[in-house]
C-alpha cells in the first residue's frame, strides 16, 4: 500500500492538472514586462521609476524581472513572460549578444519587444531605444576641452588626459570612448596621449586602475568618465591627493562624464565637475513605452526600428540654461 | 524472510515509527507518516503545485509547464553529479566552476567568428582564437570536437579534485573550494571576462530544440504562431535524462553503485571488506565533473555562448538544494536520482512561483536557502528518528 | 531478603511496534543487596532497566520505590528518585575534568547578588571525596579523555553517589575493563553494598555473576523465568534458564583436528614500536589462538597480517606464496577474511540490510568489472543461504543490520566473509558483547571452519574460551610473543603469568 503511494498521489496531481488547463484563460488588460538588470545607478534607478509609472498610470499590468546579473536567470525570466502571455517587453540586459539573443526570443515568439537603452549587437531585430552615445560623449568632452584651451593657454604645456572606459561588451561603452577620442583627435596638440582603465563598469576595478594611474603620473588633469555613477571613486581617489578642487583653482582637475545623474549635477553646480553627457532618461522610457503600447494596439507581432535620443551636454556654461532639462537635476531638486 | 521482501529497509523502519505513535491521534500520525515517507518531497511539489496553481492559475497552463520543464533539465544533469557525491559523503563545491571554465573551453574550440575588441585582451586571442573565430571553426566536426573538449575538462577537473580527496585524504569541502576558486578564475581570465558568442547552431540547438512538439488549439491559420507550440520532447530532455537515468541504473544495479553506497554508510567497513576505496572516490569526482560539463553544455547552447560565468554565484544553491530536498542524506549512504529529479522539479517551481510574486533576486536566494536550511533539518530528524527506533 | 524490598516491580510490560519486550515481570530488588539480572540480548533486560530509569513508559504495570508509588516521566526524575544507571556506554564527557563531569547537572555555587559563580573550592573538595570513595587516585582537574575506560566508568560511580542514588543499575560495566580494574569495581560493588546501597548487576559473564551477586533473576523473552537467591542458580542452571533448552557446557566440542598443512605463516614480521619479530604458523584445520592483555599488540598485528597496516621486517606467506600487494583487497583474493574487533565500526554497515552487508567483500567476484550489472537474484539466493545455515535470525533480509541483535550482527559479518570462501579467518574478539546462546553457535562456527579445512586465528581477551575452542595459544604481550602452549599443556595460571611477564630484552 505504502508503494502505491506515490502514483496514486502523482496521478491525482495529472487529473488535478488536466481540469485545471481546461478551464478557460482569463480576458485579462494588457501585460508588459520589463526585464532589467539590477539598478547598481542613479541612471537605471529613474529609468526604471520612469518605466513602470508610466505603464501603471496607463492601465497596463507591469511584470517586473530582475535579472541579478545572471545571464541564464534572465534567460529564464523572458522565457517564463512569454510562456505566460505577455504582450510586450521592455528588456535591458548585461550585453549586447544577450540582447540579441532575447530579441531573437522574443520575436520569435511574435512579442513586440523594445530594449532600452542597452542595444543589442544586432541593430536590426526589434525597437532599440539607444542615445546617441557617441554624439554625447563627444559633446561633453569637448566642453571639457573649453577649459583645456583656457588652461594651455595659462601654462603652455600639454594636458595629460584619462578616460574611464566602461565594459567593452557594452555597446554603449564602446560609442562613449569613440566620442572621447574622437574629441582629442580633433584638438590633438592640446593633449598628451591619454590613459585608459577598463573600469568593466565596476567601481573597485575603476578605484584600483584611477589610484594606479595617478600614482604613475601625478600630472593627470583631464579625466572623463563613461558613466557619473564613478565621480565619487574619482573624488576619493583625488582628494587625498589635494587635487579635487572647484573649478578656478590651480589644481583644478577637468572632470567629465556621462548619464547626467543627480551625483553630476550637484558637483557641476559645486564647480567640481565641468561637464557631462546627459541621456535624457525621461525621454528615452517614453520613446520605449510608445513604441510598446504602439505595437501591441497595432498588432505588430516583431517590430523593428532604432529611435536614437540625441542627448546633451550639461556644463557649468549652460547649467543656467540646460539645467532644467536634465532628468538628474530634476530628481536632485526633488529630493530638497 | 519475509513476505513483502522487496521492500527497503527504511520504509519498514518508518511504518514501524508511525505505528509506534499511533497512541498519538491519527491526524498528527498521518502528518508524520507523510513526513517521514520516502517520497515526501513528491507529496510536497505536488501540494504546492496545485494549491499555488489555485493562486495563480497561470500557473498550470501546458505552456507554463512545458517552459518550467526546460528549466529543469540542465538543472537535473549537474544536480546527478552532486547526488553521487553527497551519497560517498563529499560535497562538490566546483560544479559551478567546471560549468563556466567548461563552457568557455567549448566556446575556443566553436565560435565561428570572435570580436577583436572584446577577446582581444585574452591570452588565447591570435592562437587558438582569431577574428575568423576558434580553433575549429567552420570545420566540420567542430561541435562534435567542442563537445568533447568540454566533456574532457569537465572529467579532468574531476578527477583533479578526486585525486587530492582520495589520495591525500583532504577533506572534499576544501579540494573543491580551492578548485572553484582556481577554475572560475582561469575561465574569466582565459576570456578576459568576456563572452565567446557566435556559436555554430548545431550546437546551440542542443539547448533548446525540439524533437517532438504539441499545438493545442483550432487549425484555423495557415500557420502556427511560434508561442503556441509547446515543446515536449526537446534535446535538453532527451539528454538530461539519458544521464539521469544511465546514473540510477548504474547506482541500482551495478557493482560500482553498491560500492558507492557502502562507502557512504561506512567507509572503514567499505576499506576492509575490499571494497576499493581510493578508487571510486576519484571515479565518483570524475562523474560529477562530466555531469557539470554536461549542464554545461546545455546552458552555454541555450544562452548562445561560451560563458565563463556560467554556473558562478547562486548556481550552487539550486544544485545542492535541489539534491538535499530531494532526500539525498547529507550523513552519506543514502540517495537516488530520481530523488533528485523531484528535488530539481521542485526547485524549479518554487523559482517560478517566487517570480509570479515578484520577488527580487535577493528574496528568491534568502528563500531558497531557507528551503534548503529546512531539508538539511528535516534529514537530520528523519536519521534520529531511525536510530531511535532500532533495538 | 533482609527487609521490605526497596524497589519492587508488579506486571510491568512494555511492547514496541508490536513487539513485546517485557511482559508481566514482577520482580523485587532487595535493600541493600545485589542483585544479578541476566538474560540473552533481546530477554528484556536492557528495556526493563530504561523503565526503572525513566527513559520509556511501561505500557501497563506498577512500580514501588521505597513502599511509594515510582512512575518516572524522565531520566531526570529517575536520577532524582536516587536510581543511577551505569550505562555500558559511558555518558560522561571526554572534554572536560572528572570533577565537572561530576557535578555537570549542578555546580555548588556562591551568590553574588544576582550573580553566582562556581564554587570552585567546593567542587574540589566534594569531588576529592567522592573519587576516594570510589578508590580513584586522580586529581579532579584531570581530563577525562586521560583515563581508561575502567577509570571513567569510576568517575561515575562517583557521580552517581554524589546524586545520594539508592540503587545504582550496573549494565554490561566490565566489556572494557583490564582484569584489574574488574577487580576494582568488583570491590567498589561490594563496599557499596556494605554502604547500604542496592545494586541491579546486568552481565553476559555469568562467572561475574555468580560471584557478586546475592540474588538472581533470570529473563528470556522479556518473561522473568526465575528470581530468588543466589545459590539456586549454578551457573549451568542459569544458562539453561537463559537459553530455554539444556546446555550442558559454554562450549561445544571441538570435532576436528589440525593437518600438517600450512596455511599462513608469519617470520619475524616487525614493525617499529608495533610488534617485534613476530613468528608464527597457522596450520589448515587449526584454531589457534592469541592471548594477551590489552595494548598487547594483538589487534595491530591482525591489522598487519590482513595488509591495512604495512611492516618494515619479515614476510607474510599465504600456502607457501608470499603474498603480493599490502591492501585489504589483496588479501581477500589471498583467502583471508578479518573478522575485526569492532563490527559496529568497521565490520557492518549499520544502515545497510542484511542482504547488502552480507554481499559486500564478494562483490568483486559477482561481476568483473565495476560497471557490470549484478544479478539480484543470485546475491539474495547466496546471502539467503548463508543466513540459514549460520542461524541468522531477522525480520527480513531487508532488515537493516542495525535492527539485529549483537549475535546476528556478528553472524552477518561471519556470513560476508564466508561469501568470499577464504581459508584462513582472523577473528579479533569475535564474540565480545555478545549473548550466551550466540557466543556457543559462534564456537560450532568457528569448529565447521576448522572441520572444513581452513585455519582460524582467535584473538581474545577471555582466557576461557580460548582453552575451551583452540588447539593452541599464542600468548603476546609488548608486540612480541612471549609463550606458546599445545592444548595438551593448557594451563590457566601459566598463560596468565605469560601474559603478565615483560617480554624478554
Not at chain 2, 573550494?177 to 572560475?184: N, P, T
Not at chain 3, 583452540?470 to 603476546?476: A, K, S, T, Y
Request: neutral net charge; glycine residues 10%.
Amino acid at each position: 500500500m505504502k508503494r502505491m503511494m506515490p502514483w496514486s498521489c502523482g496521478g491525482l496531481a495529472l487529473a488535478g492538472l488536466a481540469v485545471l488547463a481546461a478551464m478557460p484563460a482569463e480576458a485579462a488588460g494588457k501585460k508588459v514586462c520589463y526585464a532589467f538588470q539590477d539598478l547598481s545607478t542613479g541612471f537605471w534607478g529613474a529609468g526604471h521609476a520612469a518605466i513602470v509609472d508610466t505603464l501603471k498610470k496607463n492601465g497596463v499590468e507591469v511584470v517586473e524581472l530582475n535579472g541579478g546579473k545572471d545571464a541564464n536567470r534572465q534567460l529564464e525570466q523572458v522565457k517564463d513572460c512569454i510562456a505566460q502571455g505577455a504582450d510586450g517587453i521592455i528588456l535591458t540586459a548585461d550585453d549586447g549578444d544577450s540582447e540579441t539573443m532575447l530579441v531573437a526570443l522574443a520575436q520569435e515568439a511574435d512579442v513586440p519587444i523594445a530594449t532600452f537603452n542597452r542595444p543589442p549587437s544586432d541593430l536590426s531585430k526589434g525597437i532599440i531605444v539607444v542615445a546617441d552615445n557617441e554624439s554625447v560623449a563627444r559633446q561633453a568632452v569637448e566642453a571639457m576641452i573649453v577649459q583645456a584651451e583656457a588652461k594651455f593657454k595659462k601654462t603652455g604645456k600639454k594636458l595629460h588626459p584619462l578616460i574611464l572606459v566602461g565594459d567593452l561588451a557594452d555597446p554603449n561603452a564602446v560609442k562613449r570612448r569613440e566620442g572621447f577620442m574622437n574629441a582629442l583627435k580633433s584638438h590633438a596638440d592640446l593633449f598628451e596621449t591619454p590613459v585608459e582603465i577598463n573600469t568593466k563598469w565596476n567601481s573597485q576595478v575603476a578605484l584600483a586602475g584611477l589610484e594606479a594611474a595617478v600614482t604613475a603620473d601625478p600630472n593627470i588633469d583631464f579625466i572623463f568618465t563613461s558613466s557619473d555613477f564613478l565621480f565619487p571613486t574619482i573624488q576619493g581617489v583625488l582628494e587625498p591627493r589635494g587635487k579635487w578642487k572647484k573649478s578656478g583653482d590651480d589644481n583644478h582637475v577637468i572632470l567629465g562624464g556621462l548619464d547626467g545623474d543627480d551625483g553630476a549635477c550637484k558637483l557641476i553646480r559645486e564647480g567640481y565637475v565641468d561637464s557631462t553627457g546627459v541621456q535624457d532618461v525621461y525621454l528615452e522610457a517614453k520613446l520605449a513605452l510608445d513604441s510598446i503600447q504602439d505595437a501591441i494596439a497595432k498588432g505588430e507581432a516583431r517590430p523593428n526600428g532604432v529611435k536614437l535620443d540625441p542627448g546633451f551636454a550639461l556644463s557649468q556654461a549652460n547649467y543656467a540654461e540646460k539645467g532644467p532639462t536634465t532628468w538628474g537635476c530634476m530628481v536632485l531638486d526633488a529630493k530638497k | 524472510m519475509g513476505g513483502d521482501s522487496r521492500s527497503p529497509a527504511h520504509e519498514r523502519l518508518f511504518e514501524a515509527a508511525a505505528i509506534a505513535r499511533d497512541s498519538r491521534g491519527s491526524i498528527v500520525n498521518f502528518f508524520r507518516r507523510i513526513l517521514l515517507s520516502e517520497y515526501f518531497i513528491l507529496y510536497l511539489t505536488i501540494f504546492y503545485f496545485l494549491s499555488m496553481a489555485a493562486i495563480f492559475p497561470d500557473l498550470a497552463t501546458p505552456r507554463n509547464i512545458s517552459n518550467q520543464l526546460s528549466n529543469v533539465w540542465p538543472l537535473l544533469a549537474v544536480a546527478t553529479g552532486q547526488t553521487l557525491v553527497i551519497i560517498i559523503l563529499g560535497i562538490d563545491l566546483s560544479q559551478g566552476a567546471i560549468m563556466g571554465f567548461a563552457s568557455v573551453a567549448g566556446g575556443f574550440v566553436m565560435a565561428t567568428a570572435a570580436d577583436p575588441n572584446l577577446l582581444g585582451g585574452s591570452p588565447l586571442w591570435g592562437t587558438v582564437l582569431t577574428e575568423g573565430g576558434g580553433w575549429l571553426a567552420g570545420r566540420s566536426g567542430s561541435v562534435l570536437i567542442g563537445v568533447g573538449l568540454m566533456l574532457v575538462v569537465g572529467g579532468l577537473v574531476g578527477l583533479i579534485n578526486g585525486y587530492f580527496i582520495a589520495r591525500f585524504r583532504m577533506p572534499a569541502f576544501m579540494v573543491t573550494l580551492v578548485s572553484l576558486m582556481l577554475f572560475s578564475s582561469a575561465g574569466i581570465w582565459l576570456t578576459q571576462s568576456q563572452n565567446i558568442v557566435n556559436l555554430p547552431p548545431e550546437f546551440t540547438q542542443l539547448g533548446s530544440g525540439d524533437l517532438v512538439s504539441f499545438y493545442f488549439g483550432e487549425k484555423v491559420e495557415a500557420t502556427i504562431k511560434r508561442r503556441d507550440i509547446l515543446s515536449f520532447l526537446t534535446y535538453p530532455m532527451v539528454i538530461a535524462l539519458a544521464l539521469a537515468v544511465a546514473v540510477e541504473i548504474m547506482l541500482r544495479f551495478s557493482v560500482l553503485g553498491r560500492y558507492i553506497y557502502a562507502i557512504g554508510m561506512n567507509a572503514k567497513t567499505a576499506a576492509i571488506s575490499g571494497v576499493p576505496v581510493r578508487r571510486v572516490i576519484m571515479v565518483v569526482f570524475v562523474l560529477s565533473g562530466l555531469c557539470a560539463a554536461v549542464a554545461s553544455i546545455l546552458y552555454s547552447a541555450r544562452l548562445g555562448g561560451g560563458r565563463p560565468t556560467i554556473g558562478a554565484g547562486a548556481a550552487l544553491l539550486d544544485i545542492i538544494g535541489a539534491t538535499v530536498i530531494g532526500g539525498t542524506s547529507l550523513s552519506g549512504g543514502r540517495g537516488k536520482i530520481v530523488w533528485t529529479l523531484i528535488g530539481v522539479v521542485f526547485f524549479v517551481l518554487l523559482g517560478n512561483t517566487l517570480n509570479y510574486m515578484g520577488l527580487s533576486a535577493f528574496y528568491i536566494d534568502v528563500v531558497k536557502g531557507g528551503i534548503i536550511l529546512a531539508a538539511a533539518a528535516l534529514d537530520v530528524a528523519r536519521n534520529q528518528l531511525l536510530a531511535g527506533q532500532a533495538a | 531478603m533482609s527487609g521490605p524490598a526497596i524497589l519492587t516491580l508488579a506486571a510491568i510490560a512494555k511492547a514496541f511496534a508490536g513487539i513485546h519486550a517485557v511482559r508481566d515481570v514482577s520482580l523485587a530488588v532487595g535493600r541493600g543487596r545485589i542483585l544479578g539480572l541476566v538474560g540473552e540480548n533481546g530477554a528484556g533486560k536492557s528495556t526493563l532497566m530504561n523503565i526503572i530509569g525513566g527513559v520509556v513508559r511501561p505500557d501497563g504495570g506498577t512500580m514501588l520505590l521505597d513502599g511509594a508509588p515510582y512512575a518516572p516521566a524522565s531520566p531526570g526524575e529517575a536520577s532524582r528518585a536516587g536510581i543511577a544507571f551505569i550505562h555500558q556506554e559511558l555518558n560522561l564527557f571526554s572534554n572536560l575534568t572528572i570533577a565537572e563531569n561530576i557535578f555537570l547537572n549542578d555546580f555548588p555555587q556562591r551568590r553574588f547578588g544576582p550573580f553566582s559563580l562556581i564554587d570552585r573550592a567546593a567542587v574540589a573538595r566534594q569531588a576529592r571525596a567522592l573519587l576516594s570513595e570510589v578508590s580513584l587516585d586522580l586529581p579532579p582537574e584531570t581530563p577525562l579523555d586521560r583515563l581508561s575506560p575502567g577509570e571513567r566508568q569510576l568517575v561515575e560511580v562517583a557521580r552517581a553517589l554524589r546524586l545520594d542514588a539508592r540503587i545504582i543499575i550496573f549494565d554490561e560495566p566490565t566489556t572494557s575493563l583490564t582484569a584489574r580494574e574488574t577487580e576494582r569495581l568488583f570491590a567498589l560493588v561490594a563496599r557499596l553494598r556494605e554502604a547500604g546501597k542496592s545494586v541491579i548487576y546486568i552481565s553476559h559473564i555469568l562467572t561475574d555473576v555468580a560471584a557478586l551477586a546475592d540474588d538472581i533473576a533470570v529473563l528470556r523473552d522479556g518473561a522473568l523465568i526465575e528470581a530468588g537467591a543466589k545459590a539456586q542458580f549454578p551457573i549451568a542452571r542459569m544458562i539453561t534458564l537463559m537459553v530455554g533448552r539444556p546446555i550442558d557446557q559454554l562450549y561445544p566440542p571441538r570435532k576436528s583436528a589440525p593437518q600438517a598443512a600450512v596455511l599462513l605463516e608469519a617470520i619475524s614480521l616487525g614493525a617499529t614500536g608495533i610488534i617485534r619479530d613476530v613468528s608464527f604458523a597457522l596450520h589448515r584445520g587449526e584454531v589457534l589462538g592469541i592471548f594477551g592483555l590489552m595494548g598487547a599488540g594483538r589487534t595491530e598485528l591482525a591489522r598487519i597480517l590482513f595488509g591495512l597496516d604495512s611492516h618494515e621486517t619479515g614476510e607474510i606467506r599465504v600456502e607457501g606464496r608470499r603474498l603480493p600487494a599490502r591492501s585489504a583487497r589483496a588479501s581477500i583474493r589471498s583467502g583471508i577474511a578479518f573478522i575485526t574487533e569492532n563490527r559496529r565500526e568497521e565490520g557492518l554497515l549499520m544502515n545497510g540490510t542484511v542482504a547488502e552487508n552480507i554481499a559486500l567483500a564478494a562483490l568483486p567476484r559477482l561481476a568483473i568489472t565495476p560497471a557490470e550489472l549484478i544479478e539480484q537474484g543470485r546475491i539474495r539466493s547466496a546471502a539467503g543461504a548463508l543466513a540459514e545455515a549460520l542461524n541468522i535470525k531477522t525480520a527480513s533480509l531487508d532488515a537493516p543490520a542495525k535492527s539485529l541483535s549483537g549475535g546476528n550482527q556478528q553472524k552477518v559479518v561471519l556470513a560476508k566473509w564466508l561469501l568470499c570462501r577464504p581459508s584462513v579467518f582472523i577473528m579479533d574478539e569475535p564474540t565480545r558483547g555478545i549473548d550466551v546462546g550466540a557466543k556457543y553457535e559462534i564456537y560450532s562456527i568457528i569448529d565447521r571452519l576448522a572441520g572444513a579445512g581452513g585455519g582460524v586465528l582467535f584473538i581474545s581477551s577471555e582466557l576461557e574460551e580460548l582453552l575451551a575452542v583452540c588447539d593452541r595459544i599464542l600468548v603476546m604481550s609488548r608486540g612480541e610473543i612471549v609463550g606458546e602452549f599445545a592444548r595438551a599443556g593448557f594451563d590457566r595460571g601459566r598463560v596468565l603469568a605469560a601474559a603478565f611477564r615483560e617480554a624478554a630484552a
